[in-house]
């Protein structure tokens, strides 16, 4: 997903159809809640 982003962000020019700024937005929201959802959960891995 990173690179997704990435992509977006340095060639916009291949995605004439979207809504970047809004797309990289949600991209990040998910890879972000994708990290809390990791780290909760290696975190309850190491307890249980």
């Not at 990791?38 to 975190?43: F, H, I, P, Q, S």
Request: proline residues 6%; charged residues 40%; contains cysteine.
């Amino acid at each position: 997903m990173e690179d997704c982003i990435r992509d977006r962000e340095q060639h916009p020019e291949k995605y004439p159809d979207e809504d970047i700024p809004a797309v990289i937005a949600r991209q990040k929201k998910l890879l972000k809640e994708l990290y809390e959802k990791e780290k909760t959960g290696t975190a309850a891995a190491m307890v249980g």
